[in-house]
């Protein structure tokens, strides 16, 4: 379906759910995002990070850890009670809350009666405007109690972090989950009323071949999953040590895994799902998501591809990150010193970067490339990333139409490649990313 010039993907990239990326923040005064929140209006979005699964998998980088200390998951919540007070009273009167999310980690690996509470928490503190829920969730650890919780909470939207069906997979990357766990997650989501339900699946993992992919796409289907999110793995131990238990030799190479991404393309375009960049599909017709897609409003977040209206996101928790228009702040990364910050009333702020109007620019044309497949570029931007954009034009996966830079249908895998062309952070940046691919 696509062709391949392995000599384009070799150079890693960011996923460019912000711009500038997290790998190029700096130290920031937490005055700056108080700022920030005090200059808020309008409608803004909320994501709550809850960093605690009963399990942790070996591939996984996300700022988690075991829920096996009952005293440290309810200090956190705590903090994090006083943090949702501390960050609402900043904000101006009349900011409204129109989207909420929780995300982890695991946000069931605590309690559904604790989940009710932030629910109740959230309503006290913000003006929430009959905001969209949504929630990540590990099918492992889900009961009918929590599926009862969602259905209190007006939950709507579900991601279910499946990877894959393959057992032998699952036993490499220390994540075991019977089929049986996903079909019943799926039948308690539906009869909470979720509407839509999100499925991760991986490719270029240990031991997994093509026919394994296959395999997991089919059953996604069959479960009628409404959005797919078919990731690459990326093996960086030097980044997340976690991953030294992954048997590195047991990886598909480049070729395999390149022909996994063509595969899941090809398999979720001609049933029935609409694609969303060259890695996410949505339910053509059906899902918001294919209706923004269609519609020209697909944008990125820290979530990934969204339907969100707001250029506004204030992230809750340790490690959450917020974005406003000029400002991107991260909240301090250890637990504990999270805990003991926001346990106090503080902001917790650590990290971030403050968008200059070139960084605004550059971020809307790598936006524009992954969300709509093309861009308008002015002629000096074009001029400074002719030389590294010439392989991708003389090739047909890109082409130029005056300002217009077009991303071609044999070009979707080297998306993201083709963006990091306007990445000005890149060649300053020592930091590996993951495979394009």
Known sequence: MWPYYPELLETPVPRYTSYPTAADFDLLPACHYRSALERTEGEVSLYLHIPFCEQICFYCGCNTGKANRRQRLESYLHALYRELETVAALLPRGTRVGRIAFGGGSPNAIAPAEF???????????????????????????????????????????????????????????????????????????????????????????????????????????????????????????????????DASALPGRDARFEMAAAGFGYFLTHGYLPVGFDHFAKAGADPLAAAVTSGRLKRNFQGFTDDPSDVLIGLGASAISGFPGLIAQNEKNSGRYRMKAGEGQLTVTRGIHRSADDRYRGSIIAKLLCDGRSRVGARMLTEVAPRLSP??????????????RIEPDGLPYARTIASLFDAYRSVSPRQFSSAV
């Not at 009710?116 to 929430?128: G, T």
């Open 116 to 246: 009710l509470r932030l629910v109740d928490a959230l309503a006290h503190h913000f003006e929430l405007d009959d905001p969209i829920f949504s929630i990540e969730l590990d099918p492992r650890t889900m009961s009918r109690e929590w599926a009862q919780a969602l259905r209190t909470a007006g939950v709507e939207r579900a991601s279910l972090g499946v990877q894959t069906f393959a057992a032998h997979c699952q036993q490499a990357i220390g994540r075991l989950q019977p089929e049986d766990q996903i079909v019943q997650t799926v039948d308690w989501l539906r009869e909470a009323g979720v509407s839509s339900i999100n499925f991760d699946l991986m490719y270029g993992l240990p031991g997994q071949t093509l026919a394994d992919l296959e395999d997991s796409m089919h059953r996604t289907r069959v479960l009628d999953a409404d959005r797919v999110a078919l990731f690459g793995y990326a093996h960086v131990p030097h980044v997340v040590p976690r991953q030294r238990m992954i």
């Open 392 to 405: 991708f034009i003389e090739r047909g996966l890109a082409s130029i139409d005056r300002e217009w830079l």
